[in-house]
């Protein structure tokens, strides 16, 4: 075997463990879902195997999951938008900082030591009827009967901004440093104040990590399932939950495979366009 | 014929030169996958029968079995007790649809809906009632409704039953407005945001039909009952989804009503809440049972049922979690916590408690839950 075979062989040969398992965990279970999305549910519960598009087209053409799918996108979105806004100036502010950045960027890992459950569980404590926040104002006079803060779709994006926020800071402040502050002292002595600094040089050379963090907190966020159960009122429901009521609540598996397989084809085709224009690589140095 | 013995005939008709040298290595060969593929899912196989995997509810429930089913069983039978929770009885059955043969053996289940479910997915299995003597204390009307579904035979005992009533703060509600309003205390405009509801879709529909006036193992007009649940659903805080959240919605005065477990209710009365309970007519009675699933080392499992369905072990688990034992009281002593349990029948006839009908249920089940999914997002 010549050299170069053996050297176009080698990254495969290398690659084969991660490649199997991808293969075997994901690829093949997404076959099996994307067969028993065309079965039926029969009404004992069992499946009947056969190819129906009935799902499909239920899925397809009842604005009933047409709304919820909004509903989940305009979520994420608006998460997005306030992961960005409130998780700039927090990247900002680690990356020029002249302290301890580890320390900083530990503070920012803390959370995710302590369960995701159980940090949406903590919003009911402080939000709550009897909650911090309600007998805080109670206590200097502010209102006299407890506030209704919980259970609506304001508290859904709450929860969903707090467990999402450090992606976004972490890719942001990577990002930010990457940008060479030579770039921004140049701007300051070629006249330009601080502010049009920021917004001409180094808010432009940062996109590409806000754009990182913005995909991710918007492909988690559409996706996520415990919130709005935790959180979330009666109107407040993600197409996660359908999901999960059609497997688990309705034991209607073929439903629930067609719903999955929506909820990856609509995410998937963001990220699709996301690697189309911005690519992956500012992705993958923020996850690194 | 044992292996050895086939592998000598093997070995010999090649030395007489019946097989050629091709022939019997690969025969040799092909004797050695079989065996090497077949000899790991022995092992489990014969492992099964050394162990019983028990699936429930958690907490003081599993505590109590350990300690007064589990442990003296293995210690008798050397049959180890594999024992596994779930959170909600959905989960479970997706978990065992979705599992091999024999890989869950036996689960606390709720109501007989669910057994009926089972039996609709092929999962039952037949009990020998010979082996299970602790079965003669058991309430017969409670077994009766599961022989009803399995043409005579039995794939659970029955275990412990309870109500799904209404459960209200004093402090908002008196006793007076609960009797005369009783389910429709539950459509109240006055209490917009503090109502509660689970979110099941057989409570919902039940209670609705309890709204409406009408039966609810049979309710006639279904379109006044979505219309009782759109009602509802706009006055409701939230649905609720485990008993832990239950509590804490009503302990921390979130909700001041809504429809509960009379177990977890009886939980906040002794922590010291005043919160009321309430069976309206017709409220919802359900049982729990020890089911055992279809592919189950039969023998086994039903001396492990006979270990549960012990008196102490009973009164221990529904000391536990709150809900009468199946026991008869008229047959045995049940000690002087559990006769003031609500939704507890001291003459053993449960002539009071209206259970789900399994043929209504089961058979609207389909179209039933989706309607109500989407009801209950709003539409």
Redesign the interface.
């Known amino acids: 075997m010549s050299i170069e075979t053996r050297e176009a062989r080698q990254p495969w040969i290398l690659l084969s463990p991660a490649l199997t398992s991808i293969l075997l965990l994901l690829i093949v279970p997404l076959m099996f879902i994307v067969v028993y999305s065309f079965w039926l549910?029969t009404?004992?519960?069992?499946d009947q195997v056969g190819f129906y598009l009935d799902n499909w087209a239920e899925v397809l053409t009842d604005e009933?999951y047409r709304d919820?799918l909004l509903q989940t996108l305009w979520i994420a979105l608006v998460t997005t938008g306030v992961c960005a806004l409130m998780g700039y100036p927090a990247a900002y502010f680690i990356a020029r900082s002249k302290g301890n950045k580890a320390i900083m960027l530990l503070l920012l890992m803390l959370p995710f030591w302590i369960s995701y459950i159980i940090r949406t569980m903590s919003w009911?404590n402080i939000l709550?009827?009897?909650g911090a926040f309600n007998s805080v104002l109670i206590s200097i006079g502010i209102i006299d009967e407890p506030l209704?803060l919980?259970?609506n779709q304001v508290t859904v994006i709450l929860g969903l901004v707090h467990f999402l926020l450090p992606f976004m800071i972490l890719n942001i402040y990577v990002s930010l440093e990457d940008i060479d502050i030579n770039l921004e002292d140049a701007a300051c002595s070629l006249g330009a104040s601080r502010w049009q600094t920021f917004l001409e040089v180094t808010l432009p050379l940062s996109l590409p990590g806000l754009a990182a963090g913005g995909l991710l907190c918007f492909v988690l966020g559409a996706g996520t399932y415990i919130t709005p159960?935790i959180l979330?009122?009666?109107?407040d429901?993600m197409f996660a939950n359908?999901v999960f009521?059609a497997?688990?609540?309705?034991?209607?598996?073929p439903l629930g495979s067609v719903l999955s397989l929506v909820l990856i084809a609509v995410l998937g085709s963001i990220v699709l366009v996301y690697n189309r224009f911005l690519g992956m690589r500012q992705l993958m140095k923020g996850l690194a | 014929m044992d292996n050895s013995k086939r592998y000598e005939r093997l070995l010999e008709r090649y030395k007489n030169g019946d097989l050629d040298r091709r022939k019997f290595l690969g025969l040799i060969g092909a004797a050695g996958l079989a065996y090497g593929l077949h000899t790991p899912f022995a092992k489990n196989a014969m492992a099964a029968a050394k162990e019983v995997r028990f699936d429930g509810w958690g907490g003081v429930v599993s505590e109590a079995f350990r300690k007064h089913a589990f442990d003296p069983y293995t210690k008798k039978t050397g049959i180890k007790v594999v024992d596994g929770t779930f959170g909600?009885g959905?989960?479970y059955?997706?978990r065992v649809?979705a599992s091999q043969n024999g890989e869950y053996n036996i689960a606390h289940l709720s109501g007989v809906f669910d057994y009926a479910?089972y039996h609709?997915?092929?999962l039952t299995s037949e009990l020998n009632e010979a082996n299970i003597p602790n079965l003669k204390y058991v309430i017969p009307k409670l077994a009766d409704v599961f022989r009803g579904i399995t043409d005579g035979k039995l794939s659970c005992v029955p275990y412990d039953y309870g109500t799904t009533g209404l459960a209200y703060n004093r402090k908002y509600i008196t006793d007076e407005e609960m009797k005369e309003k009783g389910a429709n205390i539950l459509l109240e405009k006055r209490l917009k945001?503090k109502i509660g509801g689970w979110g099941d879709?057989r409570t919902r529909i039940w209670y609705a039909s309890l709204q409406t006036g009408q039966n609810p193992n049979g309710a006639t007009d279904m379109d006044a009952v979505w219309e009782a649940l759109r009602t509802h659903?706009d006055l409701?805080?939230?649905?609720w989804?485990s008993g832990a959240e239950l509590m804490?919605l009503l302990a921390?005065?979130?909700i001041y009503v809504t429809e509960a477990w009379s177990g977890r209710v009886f939980a906040l009365q002794e922590q010291g809440h005043d919160i009321g309970y309430m069976d309206p007519p017709n409220g919802f009675g359900w049982q729990e049972c020890l089911f055992v699933i279809k592919g189950s080392p039969m023998e086994a499992c039903e001396e492990l049922l006979n270990f549960m369905l012990a008196p102490e072990t009973s009164i221990a688990v529904a000391e536990g979690q709150n809900y009468p034992p199946a026991l008869d009281p008229t047959k045995v002593d049940l000690g002087k916590k559990i006769p003031t349990l609500p939704a507890f029948d001291p003459t053993g006839k449960l002539s009071g408690l209206t259970f789900a009908d399994p043929n209504y249920w089961?058979?609207n089940?389909?179209d039933w839950?989706?309607k109500f999914?989407?009801i209950?997002?709003?539409?």
């Open positions: 549910r009404a004992t519960g069992a009933f919820i009911i709550g009827v009897s209704q919980l259970y159960v979330g009122g009666p109107r429901a359908l009521e497997i688990i609540t309705q034991l209607d598996w | 909600s959905d989960e059955l997706s649809k479910r609709g997915l092929g945001g879709w659903r409701l805080l939230k649905y989804s804490s921390e005065e979130e089961n058979g089940e389909q839950s989706k999914g989407r209950q997002k709003g539409y």
